[in-house]
């Protein structure tokens, strides 16, 4: 057997008294530590009864550590410096472990190779049967195709330590797994797909949950920043539609201005281009929906909004972390 930990940071949503359960009754070699942060800007992690309760004889090994609501990056280091066992497998909150978790989880470390610094987990995303899955379950969905995300994720913590742990310029849950793992690769070490498999529900949200993602393109552009305008490429991630987001923000912008410097004729060509990609976007997000009343009517709201946000937290991003060096200037600092 090769000890192991487990770091779940939360924001005590009512998926955490879930994921504890699944953890509690999974079979297998049970981990030598659960750290659990609360990550609440004004939580108290004393205050933590009801999900802790459902961990049965593993609560004598949970601790319960204030994060300060600085992102799960941040709350992620914080566990990790709490641990003492060589691995450490990270949880998030919203996750449900496999009833074979821990035993699988004890063959994928057994497994694993002295240059694989980590070993990740299998994702399962249940979508509705009797129906065409919404925008939002779609966007869920895809984590099941996701390279090296922290919903299940076991790291060497000798590994983690060498590279600094999480980057916390990372304020999100977005890309701050990415970007570890590629400093992990560029240190030299390996990473590679486990056998264990973890369910991560599709948790309900507001219809404009698809406008708040857009603050993410920041963090894309602190990854170009720090990992080259190819990181694309190295992380395996899919580009989006941030180019296209800012050709229909700027037909937009220049119909408006030019409409107030009295030419008609330009502002109203310029009207047509955005009308244009703002329809070929809402088409696209309908098309494989439901086409419920409700979900055509959020997707025609968000198709207008999400482009002019995804542009501006791209530019606000590159700003704010116009600085930034690169990692392997880091590195050698």
């Known amino acids: 057997m090769t000890p192991y930990a487990v770091v779940v940071p939360t924001l005590v949503r009512d998926t955490l008294a879930d994921c504890l359960a699944s953890l509690a009754a999974a079979t297998?070699?049970?981990p030598e530590q659960i750290v659990l942060v609360d990550d609440r800007p004004d939580g108290d992690p004393g205050k933590l009864e009801h999900p802790l309760s459902?961990?049965?004889?593993?609560?004598?090994?949970t601790t319960v550590l204030g994060g300060g609501g600085r992102g799960p990056a941040a709350a992620r280091n914080t566990g990790l410096r709490a641990v003492t066992a060589p691995w450490t497998a990270f949880l998030d909150d919203d996750v449900q472990v496999g009833p074979h978790w821990c035993a699988q989880l004890a063959e994928d470390l057994a497994d694993a190779p002295a240059d694989t610094a980590g070993v990740q987990g299998v994702i399962a995303v249940p979508l509705p049967g009797e129906r065409r899955p919404t925008d939002w379950e779609r966007g869920t969905a895809g984590l099941a195709r996701a390279r090296w995300i922290t919903a299940d994720m076991a790291y060497r913590?000798?590994?983690?330590?060498?590279?600094?742990?999480?980057?916390e310029r990372f304020e999100r849950a977005f890309r701050e797994d990415a970007d570890l793992a590629l400093r992990l690769l560029d240190a030299g070490w390996r990473i590679r797909?486990?056998?264990?498999?973890?369910?991560?529900?599709?948790?309900?949200?507001?219809r404009w949950v698809s406008v708040r993602q857009q603050r993410g393109n920041a963090?894309?552009?602190?990854?170009?920043?720090?990992?080259?305008?190819?990181?694309?490429?190295?992380a395996v991630a899919?580009?989006?539609?941030?180019?296209?987001?800012?050709?229909?923000?700027?037909?937009?912008?220049?119909?408006?201005?030019?409409?107030?410097?009295?030419?008609?004729?330009?502002?109203a060509a310029c009207a047509l281009g955005w009308a244009a990609g703002t329809a070929e976007f809402a088409r696209a997000r309908i098309g494989p929906?439901?086409?419920?009343?409700?979900?055509?009517?959020?997707?025609l709201a968000t198709s207008v909004l999400i482009p002019p946000a995804a542009t501006w937290h791209r530019l606000s991003g590159a700003w704010r972390h116009r600085h930034a060096p690169a990692w392997e200037e880091e590195r050698t600092q």
Do not use: N, Y
């Not at 929906?289 to 997707?299: D, K, L």
């Open 157 to 167: 913590t000798e590994a983690l330590r060498q590279v600094g742990g999480f980057d």
């Open 289 to 299: 929906g439901p086409r419920t009343r409700h979900e055509v009517t959020t997707m």
């Open 54 to 61: 459902v961990l049965g004889d593993l609560r004598e090994r």
């Open 28 to 30: 297998g070699p049970r």
């Open 219 to 234: 963090d894309d552009a602190l990854m170009r920043h720090l990992h080259g305008p190819d990181w694309w490429d190295k």
């Open 238 to 267: 899919p580009r989006g539609r941030i180019r296209r987001h800012a050709a229909i923000t700027s037909a937009g912008l220049a119909a408006c201005a030019l409409a107030a410097a009295g030419r008609p004729r330009a502002a």
């Open 193 to 206: 797909q486990g056998r264990r498999t973890t369910r991560h529900p599709v948790r309900p949200a507001s």
